[in-house]
């Protein structure tokens, strides 16, 4: 993933391993809660990420097109080691996101299984960080929370 330092509604590509652009994030401007559309390549809408900030603590909410929640994110506790924010998944296993989220560089686990890892070390490129998805899990979703992520831990909030 490749960060923006400034764009005009938060538009940026996710793109896989070789370089091939996979997800579009497509930030909706002058809303009065930010939204983001994550789309495929084709520019179907897969999930819309919702900002909710009439909480205690800030969420963030993952919807379908139709706009049914399909996982809400919350930040759960930071501490001067450590960040931590759960993930409430609709039908499903709830995830755990804990490390140092400011540098990108934190796991996602479930049931204490590491299902995600996400990294800047991995690259030399300024403002890119890696996300790694364990076989088997719903990618998009995973990828998804790290934008949500992304936009939570931004200075620019």
Same mark, same amino acid.
């Given at each position: 993933?490749?960060?923006?330092?400034?764009? +005009?509604? %938060?538009?940026?590509? +996710?793109?896989?391993?070789?370089?091939?652009?996979?997800?579009?994030?497509?930030?909706?401007?002058?809303?009065?809660?930010?939204?983001? *559309? $994550?789309?495929?390549?084709?520019? /179907?809408?897969?999930?819309?990420?919702?900002?909710?900030?009439?909480?205690?603590?800030?969420?963030?909410? +993952?919807? %379908? &097109?139709?706009?049914?929640?399909?996982?809400?994110?919350?930040?759960?506790?930071?501490? &001067?080691?450590?960040?931590?924010?759960?993930?409430? =998944?609709? #039908?499903? &296993?709830?995830?755990?996101?804990?490390? /140092?989220?400011?540098?990108?560089?934190?796991? !996602?686990?479930? %049931?204490?299984?590491?299902?995600?890892? !996400?990294?800047?070390?991995? $690259?030399?490129?300024?403002?890119?960080?890696? !996300?790694? +998805?364990?076989? #088997?899990? *719903?990618?998009?979703?995973?990828?998804?929370?790290?934008? =949500?992520?992304?936009?939570?831990?931004? &200075?620019?909030?």
């Amino acid at each position: 993933m490749r960060q923006k330092l400034v764009s +005009i509604g %938060d538009d940026y590509w +996710i793109e896989d391993g070789d370089g091939r652009r996979a997800y579009k994030v497509d930030g909706k401007a002058l809303r009065v809660r930010e939204t983001l *559309n $994550f789309d495929d390549p084709s520019g /179907n809408t897969l999930l819309r990420i919702q900002e909710r900030m009439l909480r205690i603590r800030d969420t963030m909410e +993952i919807e %379908d &097109p139709g706009g049914r929640t399909v996982a809400r994110v919350k930040q759960a506790m930071i501490t &001067p080691l450590r960040d931590r924010m759960t993930v409430e =998944v609709e #039908g499903g &296993p709830d995830l755990k996101v804990q490390g /140092n989220l400011l540098e990108h560089e934190y796991k !996602v686990e479930v %049931d204490g299984d590491t299902v995600a890892e !996400v990294s800047k070390r991995w $690259f030399r490129v300024a403002d890119t960080y890696g !996300v790694e +998805i364990q076989p #088997g899990q *719903n990618d998009v979703l995973l990828l998804a929370v790290t934008t =949500v992520i992304d936009q939570m831990t931004s &200075p620019d909030r």
